[in-house]
């Protein structure tokens, strides 16, 4: 079996190693109704495709530690100078100026807020979560925009104050890293590898 792609970025280049083009064996398709004559083959194939976050990639880097990042527009000619974003968004989108960088753990966790939710009981393809996916809006204060995320313990209610959790034992660096839970639920029953700092 050859091995998944891998990549590492050495001297402002990606230096990749294995295979990102992977072939499974062809499987007969046969038709049923007559004597299974042999109508054609499946081609199972996987690709591995090389995702990068450019400048969110420090959110992603610190999901897995626990925090929280989120930016803020410093700009002083900026009719909205202030304005705090989460999600992370590298760009003012009205002045478009560079984001700075602002640490809103604290924030999340003393002020957060179900702004509004839907409950999933079906997923699309490559969905990891459990289901049913509680799929919540959430609120902060200071915040001037709204995140969406998903909550792993309780059941989301319209401006229930929630919490976030990490998955700090085994980070996957994706989104799912960061999930939220009712306030006061116990530490021994969060997900697997989910803690709260
Ligand atoms: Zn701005």
Redesign the pocket.
Known sequence: MASFGQVTVKNGSYKIKGDFHQMRENVPIRNADEGWRLMGVTNPRDITHIHMYGGEAPFFENIGKGKILGTR?D?PK????G?TNLPFRIH?P????KNTIVDLTDVCKKTARIHSFMVCKRSGAFNSLEKPIKFINIEFEGVDTILMSYLSVGDPKIGMRVVPIFQTLAPTYTIVDLSWVEEGVDAKDLPMGFTYA
């Open positions: 527009c700009n900026c009719e909205f100078k304005t003012c009205d002045c478009l100026y």
